[in-house]
């Protein structure tokens, strides 16, 4: 156990690590993320450490030993492989910070999702699935540019965040937390890149009109059918 966290009388947290570490090979196998790009967080409630992926290393040679531990002001707690944390540390923690009943933060740079933050264009709730993204204003909104890894961008992304649990990072790629996992958080972000994709082919096949999208109220309402005998 590294000797920082036996100071503090923390487990090392192998399960986040394992469960980070996973979904960052997910998001390269299914093309979310390419060439090293993107990046992947998980807070621990109990300690309030955040797992988190390094810098700099091809996914398929990832392990769960190369993830890093670092505390909510960037300071690393555990480094087993001697690696960087990624440089979005800072927008991670600004998520978890704003938002504090975020668990866990996906990064990608999938290329509908993208095309759409380099235009700087929210993505409007064009199909009810939206519903799942933790939107207030039914759309996927644009953080505004700030260059990769300063404290700029740190700062860009609150106002996004406190919108919704999911939205666009403008010229640069598409960011999801959730309150549960990684897994949850991965499962937004996959989303996201889907709705853009449908919402990029409707625009190409109606020349460039808007579709039809669903109001923040209808989303709103949403609730499991009453109908359904659970008993």
């Known amino acids: 156990m590294n000797k920082a966290l ?27 993320c390419k060439h090293r790009s993107g990046n992947f967080s998980a807070l621990d409630p109990e300690t309030q450490y955040v797992v988190i992926t390094p810098t700099g290393v091809d996914r398929e040679c990832l392990s769960a030993r190369d993830l890093l531990v670092i505390d909510l002001n960037a300071n690393v707690v555990e480094n087993l492989s001697n690696l960087k944390p990624t440089s979005e540390t800072l927008m991670h ?31 409007p709730a064009v199909v009810y699935e939206a519903f799942t993204l933790g939107l207030t204003k039914a759309r996927i909104p644009v953080a505004p540019y700030a260059r990769p890894g300063t404290t700029e961008l740190a700062q860009s992304v609150v106002a996004s965040c406190k919108e919704a649990e999911c939205f666009l990072l403008e010229k640069h790629g598409a960011v999801a937390f959730d309150k549960s996992s990684i897994e949850e958080a991965y499962l937004k972000i996959s989303y996201v890149e889907e709705i853009a994709h449908l919402y990029y ?31």
Not at 11 to 31: F, P, R, T
Not at 93 to 112: D, F, G, Q, W
Not at 203 to 214: A, K, R
């Open 6 to 32: 036996k100071s503090k009388g923390v487990a090392v947290l192998e399960n986040l690590k394992n469960e980070v570490c996973d979904v960052a090979k997910k998001a390269q196998a299914e093309g979310l």
């Open 93 to 123: 923690l600004s998520i978890y910070k704003t938002r504090p009943e975020a668990k866990a933060v996906a990064h990608t740079h999938s290329l509908y999702a993208t095309t759409f933050a380099l235009l700087g264009k929210p993505i």
């Open 201 to 231: 082919n409707t625009l190409v096949i109606s020349h460039g009109e808007e579709p039809d999208s669903f109001s923040q109220t209808e989303l709103s309402e949403w609730k499991y059918p009453s109908k359904i005998n659970l008993n």
